[in-house]
């Protein structure tokens, strides 16, 4: 173990991935208890349009990636209110063309297969310290965003018409989150990797969701449940030379299976 932090790019690693675990595991319980797991899909997915297109164009991919998803995510519900159609038939139709026009760019350029590998899959060796600056920009936003948007969050998520009569700006808050959520994916790119980051912004909430009682215990539970799999994910991804991102997920999966477990156990109600 001390030989295992010893490394710098370990040590960044783990800051890195502590944050993010608790910053998507916040923002998954409103993923999970919305249904809005896909919208996390698209956006991961239209994140590899930006990523591609750094890629070609030479630049930091994340930042192209992070404009590129910020507006996929302010487009879907803007086609969604125009033209009346379903909230996932909007974010296929972005999630289909952003894949096009990232593998339309990937095609124009020769020697991408190793940065595009670990921006699908990611890769603790990719972190910097450029990605800790971000990342504690990102955690200072969340924490903000909790004692500022939580609670109407909160409501909004449970009785919208209510939330709506009492005045509360649904339609503004909605925005800010999915902006939030399109930020915590291109930040979480290079570790967990753009097929997997979904599932990061689900499966501890998911997980939390089975085992608490209340949508606050089930907001704190899904932050511990994100964090400790981030960092023992990462432990294993280096002692089994994986990637980080699949490591993690199949930690969240156990995490997810004993929560399951206890469910049947207690007969909760979920």
């Not at 409501?155 to 939330?163: G, I, N, R, S």
């Not at 700006?169 to 939030?180: A, E, F, P, T």
């Not at 753009?194 to 990061?200: G, H, Q, T």
Request: charged share 10%.
């Amino acid at each position: 173990m001390v030989e295992f932090l010893s490394y710098d790019f370990i040590q960044f690693s783990l800051i890195v991935v502590a944050i993010i675990g608790f910053v998507s595991s916040f923002f998954g319980v409103f993923v999970v208890q919305r249904q809005m797991s896909f919208l996390g899909s698209g956006l991961a997915h239209s994140a590899f349009g930006g990523v591609a297109l750094g890629l070609l164009l030479g630049v930091e991919p994340l930042f192209v990636a992070l404009a590129f998803t910020m507006i996929v995510g302010l487009l879907i519900p803007v086609i969604q209110e125009r033209t009346k159609l379903a909230s996932d038939t909007s974010i296929g139709i972005m999630f289909a063309f952003s894949m096009a026009l990232g593998i339309l760019f990937l095609s124009f350029k020769d020697d991408f297969t190793t940065d595009a590998f670990n921006y699908l899959f990611g890769s603790i060796l990719a972190i910097n310290k450029q990605d800790i600056y971000i990342s504690v920009i990102l955690l200072v936003i969340t924490i903000y965003s909790f004692f500022s948007f939580w609670s109407r969050w909160a409501y909004a998520t449970f009785d919208v018409e209510l939330a709506e009569s009492d005045k509360l700006n649904v339609r503004r808050d909605n925005y800010v989150l999915s902006i939030l959520i399109a930020l915590t994916i291109v930040i979480s790119i290079k570790l967990v990797g753009i097929v997997l980051i979904s599932a990061f912004l689900v499966i501890p909430a998911a997980a939390a969701r089975l085992v608490s009682g209340t949508f606050y215990k089930m907001s704190v539970m899904s932050v511990i449940f994100g964090v400790v799999s981030a960092l023992f994910g990462l432990v294993l991804s280096y002692y089994l030379d994986i990637p980080s991102g699949a490591s993690i997920i199949i930690v969240q999966i156990g995490i997810f299976l004993v929560c399951y477990g206890l469910n049947k156990a207690l007969s909760l109600d979920v």
